[in-house]
């Protein structure tokens, strides 16, 4: 699991999560190991510190030049027993932009995250916030759905039942359900751009996936291990192989590398997904990947040998060509009045010492002005 085995191309890294300062250091370590020019940090929601703004804003102004970050909603007022009407979520955008995030990350139609959340995404709640994004070009990493063996009691994996996301029971949407209401977002927004994170769990179905890339014109894919994924490309690689040279304009790299990761596993990541694209060869998963990547041990994944034009574009260009060639500035007075209004907004949470993050983000945030 060598870097330098893999071409010498600019990688930026466009699905990272980082929701804890003390994973800098290896945060940086990630960076340098797997040789990645850039990483945008994609914040998430959360019932307990609200979300990881504060966090992303903290790296991304100590690395301003290799961090792009795409911020997260503010959903307190549903959690403290108010009703939607009083999200504004149009207006959360402008804020992040203002603030400097280079985009909205939205894991809003995940089955767990939607009983979080419960507001249709095609429902009032969103319609002003997805014509804000319309109309200013603002991009949105909106996660939706999960593999469809994770409806299945006889199919979904055992790590996926720990953590949570076995949605069989009844009491959660069908994936049909939020594919529909993404349609109805999509037909009303044409002109918003969208990354669908683990290529919008379509990869066993690469015909759906070609008509929704285009009916859709401003509609991404990335390649953020569901390690399903991988597998459901390496049954047919010719197959895959045409799709990916036939869409090499709407396909991003990505890892999903979160805080909680070794730095072993972390490259691992970076390994796999690049092993896949860079080479034709058969192989199987490193010993030391993460238990989310945990698949099938007989089976070997085959890479796709692509181009490295093509490779040129998916590691880095499309997502410059939606983000920016370079990441959006902060602004260090709005970033720390940010961190202050979600610290205040955490303490009337109730949230336990641990997750109280933010205010002490702001002061080291005012300490780099």
């Not at 790590?159 to 949407?173: I, R, V």
């Not at 049909?176 to 919008?200: A, S, T, W």
């Not at 991003?252 to 990541?269: E, H, N, V």
């Not at 961190?339 to 002490?360: D, F, N, P, W």
Request: glycine share 6%.
């Amino acid at each position: 699991m060598n870097p330098p085995e893999f071409l010498d191309l600019q990688v930026v890294d466009s699905h990272v999560h980082f929701d804890d300062t003390k994973y800098a250091a290896v945060m940086l370590k990630v960076i340098e190991g797997a040789r990645f020019h850039r990483i945008n940090l994609a914040s998430l929601i959360s019932r307990q510190k609200v979300n990881s703004n504060p966090e992303s804003l903290y790296f991304k102004a100590k690395h301003p030049k290799r961090t792009y970050a795409f911020g997260a909603l503010d959903y307190s007022p549903l959690f403290l027993g108010e009703r939607w009407g009083s999200l504004d979520l149009a207006a959360q955008a402008d804020t992040l932009m203002k603030t400097g995030f280079d985009g909205v990350k939205m894991v809003e139609g995940k089955p767990t995250s939607r009983k979080m959340v419960p507001l249709y995404l095609d429902g009032e709640a969103y319609e002003e916030f997805f014509s804000k994004a319309d109309s200013s070009g603002f991009p949105i990493l909106l996660h939706v759905a999960d593999p469809e063996e994770f409806w299945d009691v006889a199919k979904v994996p055992m790590w996926a039942k720990k953590h949570g996301w076995f949605y069989g029971n009844g009491s959660y949407p069908e994936k049909e359900q939020l594919y529909m209401e993404i349609d109805n977002v999509l037909e009303e927004h044409p002109g918003m751009k969208v990354i669908f994170p683990h290529f919008y769990f379509l990869s066993a179905d690469l015909e759906r996936a070609a008509r929704l890339l285009n009916r859709y014109p401003n509609v991404y894919l990335d390649l953020t291990p569901g390690i399903e994924m991988y597998y459901n490309f390496s049954r047919d690689t010719e197959k895959s192989r045409e799709f990916f040279l036939r869409y090499q304009d709407r396909i991003l790299f990505g890892t999903d590398i979160t805080s909680d990761l070794t730095l072993s596993q972390a490259l691992a990541r970076a390994w796999i997904v690049r092993k896949f694209l860079e080479t034709d060869e058969s192989f199987h998963l490193p010993a030391h990947a993460d238990e989310l990547l945990e698949g099938p041990v007989e089976a070997p994944l085959r890479g796709l040998g692509l181009p490295s034009d093509v490779l040129g574009k998916i590691y880095a260009r499309n997502f410059e060509k939606i983000a920016g060639k370079e990441p959006a500035r902060i602004s260090l007075d709005l970033a720390v009045a940010e961190c202050e209004r979600l610290g205040a907004t955490v303490e009337k949470i109730g949230t336990e010492e641990r997750l109280k993050s933010a205010l002490e983000i702001a002061r080291r945030l005012r300490e780099i002005g």
